[in-house]
């Protein structure tokens, strides 16, 4: 109930405008969101530098409504790239499509999407198209694939384990040589494109696991469940795969234990690091994942409050 809760309120924007100069609600996104400039999320860069992981920089935002504002959006990802590049922060770049228009014109976000990849080529840093919701799936994978020619494996693309679909997909990407992110999906979906059951979602991610680590270009396992972590470290185990062929990735404030203790034991880590005023849709959605993390954080931050007073 509360997961189904959270997800319907990342999708009310009204709510947000209130939320979004609430004290307490600021303070519980800073331990998933690094700041609203990119100053701030490459400080955050940098601290996860010195520790050896790498981190993937996501300026927040979706759905718009207007050309201007998705060739906006367009403009600050090129500036992140930008200041990745002069200060050397050991970090790429994730984007949303919805963000760069497409739901207003497939050509205008595909266009928006080419100017980012050509400075990304420039800057040489690797880019990363984020997967939305299953509505977004197919468009999704139809610009990455006009675009994947021109630009490689500078780009790579997200797979979702709780869609029916991403078996087909993760064969089609494999035969392209593309770099694929695996993660489970965090979006309300219907039962006849996703998996409902946990088990199911859970089987599915370990199955593209495998597909991806045995003949996958350099894949990231995304997730925070030690189960699905341990799948995968025994199926590298018993295949001999090298660690620099992939890498685990994790989202920032999600489960630090683990991703400091992976790259402790000599994996390749690296954190998504949101940052951008549009942080409350991203908030909801980590809560649905995991509603507990709500009175985790709740009880953190009512502890720092008193200890400072």
């Excluded at 996104?29 to 050896?52: C, H, M, P, Y």
């Excluded at 002069?86 to 497409?102: I, M």
Aim: hydrophobic share 40%.
């Amino acid at each position: 109930m509360l997961r189904s809760l959270f997800l319907w309120l990342s999708e009310q924007g009204r709510i947000f405008n209130f939320v979004k100069s609430n004290g307490m609600a600021r303070r519980i996104a800073s331990r998933f969101v690094a700041g609203e400039t990119i100053d701030s999320a490459i400080g955050v860069t940098r601290l996860l530098n010195e520790k050896g992981i790498a981190a993937s920089l996501d300026l927040l935002g979706e759905s718009v409504s207007s050309q201007e504002e998705a060739q906006a959006a367009r403009d600050e990802v090129v500036q992140t790239l930008d200041e990745v590049a002069r200060t050397g922060a050991d970090a790429n770049v994730s984007v949303k499509l919805t963000q760069l228009g497409l739901d207003i014109d497939y050509d205008l976000c595909l266009e928006n999407m080419r100017v980012i990849l050509s400075r990304a080529k420039e800057r040489n840093i690797f880019v990363r198209m984020d997967m939305e919701n299953s509505a977004h799936t197919e468009r999704t994978l139809r610009i990455f694939k006009d675009l994947h020619p021109d630009f490689g494996n500078l780009t790579g693309v997200v797979i979702q384990s709780y869609l029916r679909r991403s078996a087909e997909d993760i064969e089609d990407l494999i035969s392209m040589g593309a770099r694929v992110r695996l993660c489970k999906g965090a979006y309300a979906e219907p039962e006849a494109v996703a998996y409902q059951d946990r088990r199911e979602i859970d089987s599915s991610f370990d199955a593209l696991m495998v597909r991806l680590l045995d003949e996958g270009s350099y894949p990231g396992i995304a997730t925070h469940d030690e189960q699905r972590i341990e799948r995968t470290l025994a199926h590298v185990q018993m295949k001999q795969i090298p660690y620099e062929r992939f890498e685990f990735q994790m989202l920032y404030g999600v489960r630090r234990d683990l991703y400091h203790s992976l790259r402790g034991r000599g994996f390749n880590v690296r954190v998504y690091i949101p940052f951008g005023s549009n942080w409350y849709p991203y908030l909801m959605r980590r809560l649905a994942e995991r509603p507990g993390n709500l009175a985790f954080m709740t009880a953190s931050i009512v502890k720092e409050t008193f200890s400072r007073s």
